[in-house]
């Protein structure tokens, strides 16, 4: 369990100036869905208790234009600052942002930021969520390893309304630098995100970068531990894009990756443990090459483990290699349930994964 994750999910259907912000059908949706995958064991698995979802209510109750600046800013703070010294919180752990509703992004920007616009705007009154500068404190503070924000919403651009920051000291840390931040953007700037009823979404509306994202996470090529690598989840979402939006395709997400290290997310698809043994010490330095539909990969075999490498680079890993009592090695690795080759010097096989048969190399 990621049992040091955190997210705070903002889904903003309605608001008070219903002239200018017109209701939306999929934010409420969306947060329901990607809340089930945050505390799904295939998805976020994270503790119930760490994710917050802060939806609109039912408009015909008065007077209740939320979420908005000040219950967001509430939220993030409790899980940022210690409730009795007001000093930062940090934790090892990830945290999600997500935000679906009505957004802008500044006129004068230089870099990729939006913000949602709170469910109390009203004429000229204006407050808003500021996704961007949430993440950047998060980021800033190190009040998380990694940082991932999500933002499906519209980016027109705002020349007289500016982000409202969040309420934390400026303070950066030594190691802010290595904090690793994904972002993903449902539009580009000045362009619309969108939202619709699609086949298999039960006849809800959902918002479409939101879908796409969950759709890649169950689908997408991951690694030979049950991961996706960020850029592949990119990559799928852009090659399939118009194939899962034929009719007035939209421009697809913009994702910001993160500065050095790829991030990595665990894969919807199933998944078998699959047990394997080597010979014994004293063969090292060989090669294994894995290929199935969705892999391939090279393994360098050293005396205590394997230095495993994606074809296209698109991901590496060391895997630690178990010693028994009669002195083989073995080693496990989590695989789609497809039909898999597996190479050595000296032997070739195909076998599909399964946790009750060892395949011996």
């Keep these: 369990m990621a049992a040091s994750d955190y997210a705070i999910l903002v889904g903003i259907s309605h608001y008070r100036d219903e002239k200018k912000f017109p209701p939306l059908k999929g934010p409420s949706n969306d947060v329901a869905r990607f809340r089930e995958w945050l505390l799904s064991p295939q998805g976020g698995d994270i503790p119930e208790g760490q994710v917050t979802a802060l939806t609109s209510p039912d408009p015909a109750m008065p007077g209740q234009w939320v979420p908005n600046r000040e219950l967001f800013a509430q939220r993030f703070n409790e899980i940022a600052l210690d409730r009795n010294t007001g000093e930062f919180v940090r934790r090892e752990g990830r945290l999600y942002l997500y935000f679906s509703g009505h957004g802008f992004s500044r006129l004068t920007d230089d870099n990729t930021r939006a913000a949602l616009y709170g469910a109390d705007n009203l004429g000229k009154y204006q407050s808003n969520l500021a996704g961007t500068l949430y993440a950047e404190a998060a980021k800033r503070a190190r009040l998380f390893r990694e940082v991932v924000l999500i933002m499906d919403c519209c980016r027109d651009t705002e020349s007289n309304v500016d982000y409202s920051a969040p309420d934390l000291n400026l303070f950066e840390h030594a190691n802010t630098e290595g904090v690793q931040m994904f972002s993903i953007y449902a539009a580009p700037k000045r362009g619309k995100a969108q939202e619709r009823e699609l086949p298999g979404s039960g006849g809800l509306f959902v ?24 850029r592949v989840l990119t990559q799928y979402i852009g090659m399939n894009w118009v194939d899962w939006y034929p009719q007035s395709t939209p421009p697809s997400p913009r994702v910001i990756g993160p500065d050095s290290e790829d991030m990595f997310f665990r894969s919807g698809q199933r998944l078998e443990i699959q047990c394997f043994v080597l010979p014994k010490v004293g063969s090292g330095g060989f090669a294994l090459r894995l290929r199935s539909a969705s892999l391939n990969a090279e393994g360098v075999v050293r005396e205590k483990d394997i230095v495993w490498r994606d074809a296209n680079l698109a991901w590496q890993l060391t895997l630690k290699v178990d010693t028994l009592a009669d002195g083989a090695r073995v080693f496990e690795l989590a695989l789609p349930a497809q039909e898999h080759e597996l190479q050595s010097d000296i032997s070739q096989r195909k076998f599909v994964p399964g946790a009750q048969h060892v395949i011996e190399i």
């Design 207 to 230: 918002g479409l970068m939101t879908n796409a994202l969950l759709r890649a996470l169950q689908e997408a090529p991951c690694d030979i531990v049950g991961r996706v690598p960020g």
